[in-house]
């Protein structure tokens, strides 16, 4: 499975094009549709991705939903998307499935936060008991909300007996404010932090695939072509799907 930042398929090289290419935040450009495809491409070796700031459909994306998209490129059957931010029909932020697997049940969980427009994508693979809960989430940058949005997740997933958390936290995954979620579920922070910002110079592991104990993981990795101003994070484990 992948998780990925894909900034609505913008493609930041350097701090500079923050600046230099801010303009790319509110208008379509051709080159977003090849990087797009890139990212499918990279996409299609997995069997789930969960993304976090995939357009919608505003202005900046020519009025394309890039979690269609990107399911359609990659040859993934099924997809669902969650629209937590619009800044009018200029611009929208949303979280996204990817999936070879069809989901039994799909949830929208608005985060808590001062500023709204984060959130919580929860899905179910197979049945109450021998299935996977997938949640997929984008947290805040600032550390009170983030403090607040674990709790909600911890909460939501205390009683998940095999569950994936996956997405940007904006944070070490050994954060204090992430301590909740592994005293309150069985999610554990991993063994090795990967980093994955900035995408050109990866210092900060920020994006993170939370995996219960009862998971058996083979292998983690991160994705090392910079597709976006994050690089893609991904694992490998045996699903209980049947």
Known sequence: MLSFNIQAGASTRRYRDYVTRSWTQV???????????????????????????????????????????LAEQSGMPFWSHQPNRRVGRLAGSANGLLSRYEPVEVHDHPLPGRIPGRGALWVRFGDE??????????????IQARVAQVSFLAELLADAPRVVLMGDFNCPPDAREM???????????????????????PSRAIDH??????????????????????????AELRLPLG
């Open 179 to 201: 301590q909740p979620l592994y005293r309150h579920t069985r999610l554990s922070p991993g063994t090795q932090p990967i980093a994955t910002f900035p995408s050109w110079r």
């Open 27 to 69: 208008l379509p450009h051709p080159e977003k549709r090849s990087n797009l495809d890139r990212i499918a491409e990279a996409a299609s070796e997995f069997d789930i991705v969960g993304l976090q700031e995939a357009d919608p459909g505003s202005l900046r994306s020519a009025f394309l939903n890039q979690t269609h998209y």
């Open 209 to 234: 695939i939370l995996i219960s104990d009862g998971l058996a993981v083979t292998q983690r990795w991160r994705l090392n072509e910079p597709l976006s101003d994050h690089l893609g994070v991904a």
């Open 129 to 142: 008991l021998g299935g996977l809960v997938l949640v997929i989430s984008h947290l805040s940058l600032g």
